[in-house]
């Protein structure tokens, strides 16, 4: 089956989050199956550009409007990935080294959807599945099906995964013309609450809609910014299929970017180096329990509750437990995870920042990752910290519900049910307690580094659902 993705985000080209990670590895798992999946992707000017080798292969324009936009298709060169890459350039839009966060985002993942499907119609073999991811491709789906300009891929099925359903990249309507020609008896197709929104466009049109976690299937019916009563008019070609991981970029034995390599066997030394370089790196205390946490500081991860839990725990018991943190996102939680440092020295740090190979060295040295999440599609994290023997402490939504089980319940993680400063500290106190009982705690860890989250199942999942197309 020839496959089709099309993603801002692919890692290593580039990476923002947990979308990078899903469109860096599914198609890879689907290619092992006996399939040709391949990205499609915006070419960014990042150090992933000037490091490696691209091939033009394709030149034409695409019209935003009244402006034609020249834009060239490369391929990647030397690759390894298992999978091909497509990156499209465009002048103007995408020569700037961010992803996203540009005032004329709108504009820039408009022209970057109509570019792909005019660079898509002509191929010689047109896909057999075209799987779009988040918003940023939302209008995909809706274009196929009936923009006249695209009449020739009219009948090819599409898929839309939903990876956060919080952005939905919505805009007026003064902006309309953006869209090449479609009848305006259809408007009403790319229409919600009165603005013209990329995801309710992809909700109502594509074939079928997937989200990354059953649970957070069930949870945006009732939660997703004023889509819920979309969503479940849809429900019906809706389904959750749980993310995996990559288990060869994510592997404790052979991953390069650790200070010592280790399996279940060498768990306890592996795992005791790696904490070494950490806390020698950071000023912390390797005896004590390392507890921390990686992502966007931002509220959907529970991140503004960090410092009051910080603050909460080491005042209240001082010298217990290192805490440290890596991550980036709004300013007033950056500064206030700053701001905690002078205080708590020794046995507090953050870096604000983002850094992946300090992630790996994170998830590899820390006793426990906290994720104490609003809101997880999936999560990741979770699943990194468990293939490299970290507990997660989470709250229990979403991904994180289906894929973390209490020690209260016979399983291997700890787990809270309410987003506050007060229910992370709790938690923590009792990994405290899982931490002094060494038997437990290394037999938890040998057995969370064993659990199978590869996307050996989720690949054929996704097949499966293709093949129903
Ligand atoms: P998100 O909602 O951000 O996509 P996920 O859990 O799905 O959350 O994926 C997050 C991914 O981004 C993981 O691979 C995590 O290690 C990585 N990550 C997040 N923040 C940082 C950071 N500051 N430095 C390095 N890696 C990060």
Redesign the pocket.
Known sequence: MKIVHISAECYPAA?????A?VVGALPKYQNLLGNKASVIMPHYYTKFRTENQFEAIHTSFARLGYFDYTFHVFKLLNNNLGFDIFSIDIPGLFDRDKIYSYGDDTERFITFQIAALNWIKNLEIIPDIIHCHDQHTGFIPFMLANVWEYRKLKKVPTVFTI??GAYQGQFGFNLLHYLPPFHSDLTGLIEWHRAINPLAAAIKCAYKVTTVSPSYMDEIGYSMNGLEGLLNAERSKSMGILNGIDVDVWNPETDSMLEKNYNEKTVETGKAENKKWLCKEFNLDPSKPLFTF???LVG??GADFLPEAVYKLLTQYPKQQNILI???GEKHIEQALWDLEPQFKGNYCSYI????K??HLI?AGADFLLMPSRV??????QL?ALRYGTIPIVRRTGGLKDTVVDIGDDGFGICHDQCTAWDITYSMERAKILYKDKTAFKNIRKQIMQIDHSWTKASSDYIELYKSL
Request: include cysteine; charge should be negative; charged fraction near 25%.
């Open positions: 990476k923002a989050g947990g979308l990670d990876h956060n990686i992502g966007r959907e991860k890596l991550g980036t920042g983002y850094n992946e300090l992630s998830y997880e599609p999936c999560g990741l994290n990194y």
